[in-house]
Nanobody, 119 residues
Framework: VQLQASGGGLVQAGGSLRLSCAAS?????????MGWYRQAPGKMRELVAD???????NYADSVKGRFTISRDNAKKTVYLQMSSLKPEDTAVYYC?????????????WGQGTQVTVSS
């Protein structure tokens, strides 16, 4: 399974961005969970949000009410709509995917996309 993330950029505090991550490869049939992680400079990578193939979502407390994860199974794509962005949301964002049997460990990772929120 290959994952291609896009949509990062520079935005002012309070603004919005939408990240997309398209999956490809025949192995996608085994994928149940798709998610977004982020890693800020000097910090550990952390889960931002994830979603099952059935649409059940899970969010980090720090983004609840501001970020929305969604998924289009037909397009093999997961989205992260980020609103009310804060400078502390600045990080490299990574999309990830994994079969249910491996969760919460994520097996497949995309390249990161930089999100920078200016104050």
């Amino acid at each position: 399974v290959q994952l291609q993330a896009s949509g990062g950029g520079l935005v002012q505090a309070g603004g919005s961005l939408r990240l997309s991550c398209a999956a490809s490869g025949s192995g996608f049939i085994s994928i149940s969970y798709m998610g977004w992680y982020r890693q800020a400079p000097g910090k550990m990578r952390e889960l931002v949000a994830d979603i099952t193939s059935g649409g059940t979502t899970n969010y980090a407390d720090s983004v609840k009410g501001r970020f929305t994860i969604s998924r289009d199974n037909a397009k093999k794509t997961v989205y992260l709509q980020m609103s009310s962005l804060k400078p502390e949301d600045t990080a490299v964002y990574y999309c990830a995917a994994t079969p249910a049997s491996d969760y919460p460990t994520y097996e497949y990772w995309g390249q990161g996309t930089q999100v920078t929120v200016s104050s």
